[in-house]
């Protein structure tokens, strides 16, 4: 049986090349759906979009309905961008493909009303910063569709995911709920001041981490983003297998110690993702062995209050 990281990369390549090739449309979102199922955290399905740093720092309120109405608003900004990205890869692209304007109303009020999403654009080949807009280099006479089409594909993926989480039909939602805090309680009105004081000493040392690792230095005054900007060092983990040698920190979180190994979906978890990961009925009966390792608790433990 293939890893996830392998069904990730069979189902990511056949759907750019369907992408760019022009292929049905419903083989399309079928490689969209499978992609956006996989049961792996943002930080490691998606390989050229900051997928998990955009729904963190896009993502505002002070109770779940509030938070889920900021990921709406992300996701329409996420179509937006796929249907730059769309054009792009259209043989038949529109006269004016080359350059976005600032003053487009649509940009304006989606694209540019969100975090990141400049970005996404210049991973298209937006890269010229022009006075009224951004434009493709001089010297670039057609888009690059593959890497257009692999950046359209993880866009289209996020916003899938996003829709799901939104109609409470995501599948695996402990993924978002581990960097968004208010997605974790059901009851409206719930403030987030009583989980970010519950984990302050976790906070900590991850926000350390969290500002070596962003490459802006976009400041924020939100009453989210303490918690937020703390749980956003996973942005940078990579997913890893299980192997004879075993990974010393958790294939998920990436910041404590493993206390797990699931043999059944082959990775090492520590114990607040094993829970999290293994409390959906399709994954309760995972063969999981625990780690008797005695540096690991104290590890841990250390890593916390750090």
């Not at 992609?35 to 896009?58: D, F, G, Q, R, W």
């Not at 950046?151 to 968004?180: D, G, N, W």
Request: with cysteine; net charge positive; proline share 5%.
């Amino acid at each position: 049986m293939a890893s996830l990281s392998e069904q990730l990369q069979d189902v990511r390549s056949q759907a750019e090349v369907c992408l760019y090739s022009g292929g049905r449309v419903v083989d399309l979102r079928a490689g969209v759906v499978a992609m956006a199922n996989l049961p792996l955290p943002p930080c490691s399905k998606y390989h050229h979009i900051a997928a998990e740093t955009m729904v963190i720092e896009n993502s505002f309120g002070r109770n779940r309905k509030e938070t889920l109405g900021s990921l709406q608003r992300l996701s329409t900004a996420l179509n937006i961008l796929e249907k730059y990205g769309c054009n792009l890869t259209n043989p038949n692209r529109p006269k004016y493909w080359r350059t976005v304007k600032h003053n487009n109303p649509v940009f304006r009020a989606t694209v540019d009303a969100i975090q990141g999403g400049r970005a996404v654009l210049c991973l298209y080949g937006y890269s010229n910063q022009q006075p009224d807009g951004l434009s493709f280099p001089d010297d670039v006479t057609d888009p690059d569709v593959g890497r257009v089409a692999a950046v359209t594909l993880e866009v289209m993926s996020l916003r899938m995911e996003l829709e799901m989480l939104i109609k409470e039909a995501h599948p695996h939602p402990e993924f978002y709920e581990r960097i968004i805090p208010t997605l974790r309680h059901k009851d409206v009105g719930l403030n987030t001041d009583a989980v970010i004081s519950s984990r302050h000493a976790d906070s900590q040392t991850k926000s350390l981490a969290f500002s070596l690792y962003r490459r802006s230095s976009r400041e924020s005054n939100r009453s989210h983003s303490l918690s937020a900007n703390n749980q956003s060092l996973r942005s940078i983990q990579v997913f890893s297998t299980f192997s004879s040698k075993h990974p010393e920190n958790c294939a998920i979180c990436g910041i404590f110690r493993i206390s797990a190994h699931c043999l059944t979906c082959l990775q090492g978890l520590c114990s607040d993702c094993d829970r999290l990961y293994h409390s959906y009925p399709e994954r309760a009966n995972h063969h999981r062995t625990a780690v008797t390792s005695s540096t690991s608790s104290k590890n841990r433990s250390n890593e916390g209050s750090g």
